[in-house]
C-alpha cells in the first residue's frame, strides 16, 4: 500500500458529522479504559460508509479520532476483506463464489452480471456505479446464488432480479444527480 | 416423527424478536433461577447435561467453563463467537436474527456463572443488520434490568457488546477472535497459554458459540439431567443444522441429536430430498472443513450401521469412512456436481483465509488452490493427484492454529473417496470441461 503518499484530495480533511462523533464515543466506551482501539474495526467501516473507500486520508482519520499511530490503522485495514482500499463504484456488489453457493448457480449468475454490466471481476462499469467484487462464504449458502451490496444481503437471485435491482440502483442513482 | 425443539420452539411465534413476547413466553426465567444458584452449581447443571461446544470442536462445555482461572481482582470475559464463516454454516444467523433476546438471556446466565462483568458478542462484519438486532435487544434488556448494575435486586453487575469483525474467516479461531476484538489483525496466537489463562487483554477468557450459549438457559430452566436425556449418548440435547446445496428445502433446522442422515435428508420435515429428482453424490456434514463423504457413506456407516446426526455415528470409521458433525454446515451435491471443481472453491476460500503466519498453510494452501485449478482446466498431470495428498499431509498439524488442518482434510478426503473422478479430469481433459464424470455411483468398497 502507497502510505505515505496522499492518494486522494477529495478525503483531505475529511471529518464524521457531529451525530457520527457521538456514535464514536459511545463505541469507545465499550471498552476497559485505554482499551478503546477495538473500536477500529467498527469506526473504519463507519468511515468507509460515509467516504466511499478508506483513503490513507480517512485512515489517518481514523487514527487521529482513536489516538494511535496512522500505521495501526493501516495493519488492520488491509487485513479485513469488507475494506475498500482502492475507489469503488456507487454500489458494490460482493457476490459469494464459494462451493455451496456454486452448487446453486452462482458462477453463472456472476457470468450474467459480468456481460451485463460488461466489466471483469474487480471492475467497475463505465458509469461508476457498479463494481464487482468475488467473495468467499457469506453465511448464506442454503438462499443461494447471493450477494452482499452495502449492508444488504440479495439471496435467492436469478437474472431478472439482477435485472431489476440494477435497472432501481440506476434510477436511484439518477435521481440523485 | 415430529422431532423435540428446545432452542426454536418459540421461533415463530409472533414478535419473540422483541422482548414482550419473548418474556410471555418464558424468556429470562433462566437468570431468575440462575442468580439465586452459586457460579459453581451453575458450571455443575452445564456439566451434568453434556452440552458440547456447538462451534465446530464439540469440546464439553462444562469442563470448558471449569478450566478458567480466577486470579484475585483481574477481570474474567466471556466472548461469544458469532464470526459463523465456515462455509455451509449459517444457523447462527438465524438464531440471533429471530431470537436475537436467546442469546441475550444466554450471555446473562453464563456470564453469571463464570464471574465476568464485561461480556461481548463479536459477530462477523457482514452480518451487520443483525448487529443492530442484537443491539436494540440487548438496550430492552437493561432496561428491564437484565443488564447493567445490580441485576434483580441480586448484587451481580453485567454490560454486555456487540463487537463487528470486517471479514476474516481466522476471526472465528478463537485467538484470531479475541486478537480481532482487541483492534488489531486476526493472527492466530501461540497456545499455551490458553485462552482460559490469558485471554481478552491478558485476562482470563471464555470463548463460545453462538449456539451453545443460548443453549444454557434451557439447560438451567430443565436441568442438567433433563437436557442429557434429550439425544443419543454422548450426543445430548438438539443442534442447529443449516442445510444447503442441492436439497429441496434449504434452511436452518433443529434435530433432535441421532435421528438418522437418512430421515435428515429425505424426510419433509427436513431437507426434503434431493432437488429435482436427482441422485444424491456427496455429502459435507459439519461446515467445509470436515471430510466429505461419497453416496454409499452417507445414510450407512462402513460397517452397515444406519448414520446418525451425532458427533459419534458421523465420526464413524474415522477419517476413512467417516465424517464429523462439526459446526452443523450440512451441503449436499447432488449428481451434476463436480467434486473437483467443488474441491477447488474450497482450497481457494481456505488460501484466501489463511492469516499468512505460518507458511506450511500460507503457502501449502495456495499450492493447493493452483494444482486443483489447472486439474479443474484440463492441464493437470497425474502426479498432481499425490503432490496435492503430499501437500495436504504437510499443512496438517504444522500451523499455530487448526485452519491448516481444515484446509488440508477437504482436499485429502476428495481424492480419498473420489479419486477416480480427479484421474477422469487429468486423462480425458475435454470430456471433463463437457459434462459430469459418469462413473460416480461405482465406489470402491472400504473397509470397515
Ligand atoms: C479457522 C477456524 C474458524 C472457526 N470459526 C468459528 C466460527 O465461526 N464460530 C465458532 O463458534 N467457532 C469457530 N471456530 C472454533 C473456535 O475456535 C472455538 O473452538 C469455538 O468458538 C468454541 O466455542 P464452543 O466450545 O462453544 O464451540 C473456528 C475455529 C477455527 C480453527
Ligand atoms: S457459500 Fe455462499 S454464502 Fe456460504
Redo the contacts between chains.
Keep these: 500500500m502507497e502510505s505515505s503518499i496522499k492518494n486522494n484530495p477529495a478525503h483531505v480533511g475529511c471529518t464524521f458529522s457531529a451525530d457520527r462523533l457521538t456514535e464514536v464515543d459511545r463505541l469507545m466506551k465499550?471498552y476497559?479504559e485505554g482499551?478503546h482501539?477495538?473500536?477500529?474495526?467498527?469506526i473504519?467501516?463507519m468511515g468507509q460508509k460515509d467516504f466511499g473507500w478508506l483513503s490513507v486520508e480517512v485512515m489517518d482519520y481514523v487514527a487521529s479520532l482513536l489516538n494511535i499511530q496512522p500505521i495501526e490503522v493501516y495493519?488492520?485495514a488491509t487485513?479485513?476483506?469488507?475494506?475498500h482500499l482502492k475507489p469503488v463504484g456507487k454500489y458494490v456488489f460482493e457476490f459469494c463464489?464459494?462451493?455451496?453457493c456454486?452448487?446453486?448457480g452462482a458462477e453463472k449468475t456472476i457470468d450474467y452480471i459480468k456481460n451485463k454490466l460488461n466489466i471483469e471481476v474487480g471492475g467497475t462499469s463505465a458509469d461508476g456505479l457498479f463494481t464487482l467484487k468475488t467473495?468467499?462464504?457469506?453465511?448464506?449458502?442454503?438462499?443461494?446464488p447471493m450477494m452482499?451490496v452495502g449492508?444488504?444481503?440479495f439471496e435467492h437471485l436469478n437474472e431478472e432480479k439482477i435485472d431489476t435491482l440494477i435497472e432501481n440502483w440506476r434510477k436511484e442513482a439518477a435521481s440523485k444527480n | 416423527m415430529a422431532g423435540k425443539k428446545i432452542l426454536l420452539a418459540n421461533d415463530h411465534v409472533e414478535g419473540i424478536r422483541y422482548y414482550d413476547a419473548y418474556r410471555k413466553h418464558g424468556g429470562y426465567t433462566s437468570v431468575e433461577k440462575a442468580l439465586k444458584m452459586t457460579s459453581d452449581d451453575i458450571v455443575e447443571e452445564v456439566k451434568k447435561s453434556g452440552l458440547r461446544g456447538r462451534g465446530g470442536a464439540g469440546f464439553p462445555t462444562g469442563m470448558k467453563w471449569s478450566f478458567l482461572a480466577k486470579p484475585e481482582g483481574v477481570p474474567r470475559y466471556l466472548l461469544c463467537n458469532a464470526d459463523e464463516s465456515e462455509p455451509g454454516t449459517f444457523k447462527d444467523r438465524y438464531l440471533m436474527e429471530y431470537m436475537p433476546h436467546s442469546l441475550v438471556e444466554g450471555m446473562i446466565v453464563s456470564s453469571f456463572a463464570l464471574g465476568a462483568n464485561t461480556s461481548y458478542i463479536y459477530i462477523r462484519g457482514e452480518y451487520m443488520w443483525i448487529v443492530s438486532i442484537l443491539e436494540e435487544a440487548i438496550a430492552e434488556a437493561y432496561k428491564n434490568g437484565w443488564l447493567g448494575k445490580n441485576i434483580q435486586g441480586s448484587g451481580y453487575d453485567l454490560d454486555l457488546y456487540v463487537t463487528p469483525g470486517a471479514g476474516a474467516y481466522i476471526c472465528g479461531e478463537e485467538t484470531a477472535l479475541i486478537e480481532s476484538l482487541e483492534g488489531k489483525r486476526g493472527n492466530p496466537r501461540m497456545k499455551p497459554p490458553f485462552p482460559a489463562i490469558k485471554g481478552l487483554w491478558g485476562c482470563p477468557t471464555v470463548v463460545n458459540n453462538v449456539e451453545t450459549i443460548a443453549t444454557v438457559p434451557h439447560i438451567i430452566n430443565m436441568g442438567g439431567d433433563a437436557y442429557a436425556g434429550i439425544g443419543v449418548g454422548r450426543s445430548t440435547g438438539t443442534k442447529l443444522i443449516s442445510a444447503c446445496g442441492n436439497i429441496r428445502k434449504p434452511g436452518v433446522y433443529e434435530i433432535e441429536m441421532g435421528i438418522s442422515v437418512e430421515e435428515f435428508i429425505y424426510s419433509d420435515e427436513y431437507c426434503g430430498g434431493i432437488a429435482d429428482g436427482k441422485k444424491l453424490k456427496a455429502m459435507i456434514a459439519g461446515g467445509s472443513s470436515v471430510p466429505i463423504l461419497p453416496h454409499n457413506l452417507i445414510t450407512k456407516t462402513a460397517a452397515g450401521e444406519p448414520r446418525l446426526m451425532t458427533y459419534e455415528s458421523l465420526a464413524d470409521g474415522g477419517f476413512i469412512s467417516g465424517t464429523m458433525l462439526g459446526s452443523g454446515g450440512f451441503i449436499i451435491y447432488d449428481e451434476d456436481q463436480c467434486i473437483v471443481h467443488n474441491t477447488y472453491t474450497l482450497a481457494r476460500f481456505y488460501h484466501h483465509e489463511s492469516c499468512g503466519q505460518c507458511s506450511p498453510c500460507r503457502e501449502g494452501t495456495g499450492w493447493m488452490e493452483k494444482v486443483l485449478h489447472r486439474i479443474e482446466n484440463g492441464h493437470g498431470k497425474m502426479s498432481d493427484i499425490d503432490l496435492l495428498v503430499d501437500v495436504a499431509k504437510k499443512i496438517e498439524g504444522n500451523t499455530i492454529c487448526p485452519l491448516g488442518d481444515a484446509a488440508a482434510w477437504p482436499v485429502a478426503a476428495a481424492i480419498r473417496h473420489f479419486r477416480d473422478e480427479f484421474e477422469w479430469h487429468i486423462q480425458e481433459p475435454e470430456a471433463a470441461q463437457r459434462g459430469n464424470y459418469p462413473h460416480w455411483e461405482n465406489r470402491p468398497e472400504v473397509v470397515a
Design positions: 465499550q476497559p482499551k482501539k477495538s473500536a477500529i474495526l467498527r473504519l467501516h495493519e488492520v487485513f479485513y476483506s469488507m475494506y463464489q464459494t462451493g455451496p456454486c452448487t446453486r467473495v468467499e462464504c457469506l453465511g448464506a449458502c442454503g438462499y443461494a452482499q449492508d444488504v444481503f
